[in-house]
């Protein structure tokens, strides 16, 4: 099975940065498509970045320029860095996965596989 472990998320003031990442096993890594994803109380999950086995990246607006994915094949992980936050990122971020040579669109019905998520809060 395809099991996706994102950790590094936490509370921080607007302006700050942090750094999430997720670890990925059961699959071959190299043959995913892999991204993040998020969605905060109320609203619907909205897709951020997705990065495929060339390297090829895709941001949302809502994200580009402030937040920047890697993936590392040799320990098999995707990094989000995440800089000058704002209150409206508060979420929860997934890490989410597909079997595909090409990332789809940032839709999550075309991402079938999900980490647990993990919390970022931004506020003073």
């Known amino acids: 099975d395809v099991q996706l472990v994102e950790s590094g998320g936490g509370s921080v003031q607007p302006g700050g940065s942090l750094r999430l990442s997720c670890v990925v096993s059961g699959y071959s890594y190299n043959s995913y498509c892999m991204g993040w994803f998020r969605q905060a109380p109320g609203k619907e999950r909205e897709g951020l970045a997705a990065?495929?086995?060339?390297?090829?990246?895709q941001y949302s607006e809502s994200v580009e320029g402030r937040f920047t994915v890697s993936r590392d094949r040799a320990n098999k992980t995707l990094d989000l860095q995440m800089n000058n936050l704002k209150p409206e990122d508060t979420a929860t971020y997934y890490c989410?996965?597909?079997?595909?040579?090409?990332?789809?669109?940032?839709?999550?019905?075309?991402?079938?596989?999900w980490g647990q998520g993990t919390q970022v809060t931004v506020s003073t």
């Open positions: 989410v996965a597909e079997r595909a040579l090409v990332c789809p669109p940032l839709e999550p019905d075309r991402y079938p596989y």
């Open positions: 990065v495929d086995r060339r390297g090829q990246i």
